[in-house]
């Protein structure tokens, strides 16, 4: 693999080698002996180099000049200098670290070696495979587009001498979606229509299952009631997670006799294709990417909708763990699509009783949470945008004061609004102070027109929210950093927010 997380970028150095080669061999690679379970299971995996590591490290303490060399039996090389010098047959990397890969003299050799390679017959061919091909459109894709033509530029082969594959597993399954996707993958790679050979489309099959059908009654009462949180917690507690199973299996109906732990798996793969629920699970999931609440109603269509949540949860559970020990093949493959999105900020009202909380059955120091800058909250309390510590996660309110006199008020923002004088809001504040807090004893109350600067030390949200994160900082320091001591005024607001706009950065 040629990534950037391939060890180490430049030129050969004994440096560099003892501070990113040395702790992976002397702390990890090395220490494995030959009967490790761990590098047993690495293996397995496909996670341990195929190589003779302690030939390639080379015997510890001597010359780095006469060490990392690669060994005769080495079918896979570790470093970037070994493919520098000798280029492997098979390369992944990715299309930045390509783009790269063709600009740098360092390269230079592996290209050079691939052409020669080239030329040395007609019928050597350069394959190119991309993964999750239907990721490259629009301007990524034109990137990438053009980055295939650059790369057979620099090998100087026309596009008959570059073969690709392209794999996605988001196709449509009609006939136009077919056509489309053997056009995206023409422009993408430089084929033009109707040159041959083309592109050929290569689709999968599915198993076929037994016999689906929605759950009965007592199947989804016995799945609503399956100890998820017990299951889910096979790696901590085996013996408890078995319990749960076999507590839904007798309501099921299924045999438990001899199975263990270790079995677990591979007799739940045996048993759920016998249950007609679970067939239609499988069906419904794999057809197409479905919304848990609409997965949740077809499985389950006699339940409302907590014991259907609760019930489909359960038997995805089941579905996902099971696997064959014969085939490794997984009973439900499933992927889970999380959709975020991202927040500019949050805003807390320092009101501990507003009515606007979006729990108010639990006593918390703040009130309600807004995603939006605002002044006052709907209770009529100030506003402060609330941000956390980005390492131990304490929260604070960020306020500004005035560096005339000694600070008694905390602003919400470096300069007022728009035809609104904060001094005078203050003032309005004091003297209609909101329901549920104490009248101003004093002109400039802290607590009727600003927040107590106690409350900015240590502003302890009851509420599972977060905010942006806070650069790292020593916890516990009594002012978020990004606090301000002082008002600028508009013409040195603008001058310290003046500077040099970089140029987009540009190809060709």
């Known amino acids: 693999m040629y990534t950037s997380r391939t060890p180490y970028p430049g030129e050969p150095n004994s440096k560099k080698a003892a501070a990113q080669i040395k702790p992976l061999f002397e702390k990890f ?28 490290y080379g015997e510890p303490g001597s010359n780095w000049d006469r060490r990392l060399k690669t060994q005769p039996n080495d079918t896979e ?12 047959d098979i390369l992944i990397t990715n299309y930045s670290m390509l783009e790269y890969m063709l600009l740098r003299p360092i390269e230079r050799t592996i290209f050079d070696q691939t052409k020669a390679w080239l030329d040395e017959h007609e019928d050597n061919y350069l394959t190119l495979v991309l993964d999750e091909a239907h990721m490259y459109r629009g301007t990524g894709g034109a990137e990438v587009a053009m980055l295939i033509r650059r790369l057979m ?20 399954k009609d006939s136009a979606a077919q056509i489309d996707a053997l056009k995206f993958a023409g422009e993408l790679t430089g084929l033009k ?13 599915l198993a076929p299952l037994a016999a689906a059908a929605p759950a009965s009654a007592e199947q989804t009462t016995a799945l609503a009631e399956f100890s998820l949180n017990d299951f889910v917690r096979f790696g901590e507690n085996k013996p408890r997670a078995l319990d749960a199973v076999r507590v839904v299996a007798l309501k099921l109906g299924w045999d438990t006799t001899g199975v263990t732990a270790d079995t677990l798996a591979d007799w739940l793969y045996a048993q759920l294709p016998t249950l007609p629920v679970a067939n239609l699970l499988v069906s419904e999931a794999t ?23 609760k019930a489909t949860e359960a038997l995805l559970s089941l579905a996902n763990f099971a696997r064959s020990t014969a085939t490794d093949k997984v009973f439900l493959p499933a992927r889970l699509h999380l959709f975020f999105r991202g927040l500019q900020g949050f805003y807390a009202c320092i009101n501990p009783n507003c009515a606007h909380r979006h729990d108010t059955s639990r006593r918390s120091l703040l009130g309600a949470l807004w995603h939006e800058p605002r002044e006052t909250c709907k209770c009529g309390s100030r506003v402060y945008e609330l ?19 000694r600070p008694e008020y905390l602003f919400h923002e470096k300069e007022s609004p728009v035809g609104i004088s904060e001094l005078q809001n203050q003032g309005a504040l004091a003297r209609n102070p909101p329901a549920g807090r104490r009248p101003a004893s004093s002109p400039v109350p802290a607590d009727a027109g600003g927040l107590d600067r106690h409350q900015v030390r240590r502003a302890h949200v009851a509420a599972s929210h977060r905010s942006r994160r806070l650069p790292p900082r020593a916890c516990g320091d009594p002012q978020p950093r990004q606090s301000t001591r002082r008002i600028r005024s508009t013409a040195a607001r603008s001058a310290a927010g003046a500077g040099v706009r970089a140029k987009p950065r540009s190809w060709t």
């Open 29 to 56: 690679y090395l220490k494995l002996d030959e009967r490790s379970v761990l590098k047993r299971q690495l293996e397995e995996k496909g996670r341990w180099p195929k190589k003779d590591l302690p030939g390639f």
């Open 77 to 88: 090389l570790f470093t970037r200098h070994e493919m520098q010098r000798e280029c492997p």
């Open 153 to 172: 530029a620099r090998l100087e082969i026309p596009r008959e001498r570059l073969r690709c594959i392209l794999t996605s597993a988001s196709m449509g």
């Open 193 to 205: 229509q109707g040159r041959k050979p083309g592109f050929e489309l290569i689709t999968g099959k």
């Open 287 to 309: 057809a197409a990417a479905k919304e848990f609440s609409v997965l949740a109603a077809t499985v389950f269509p006699k339940a409302d909708a907590h014991t259907a949540a």
């Open 387 to 405: 941000l956390t510590h980005r390492d131990c996660g304490i929260e604070y309110l960020r306020g500004y004061i005035s560096s005339r006199g």
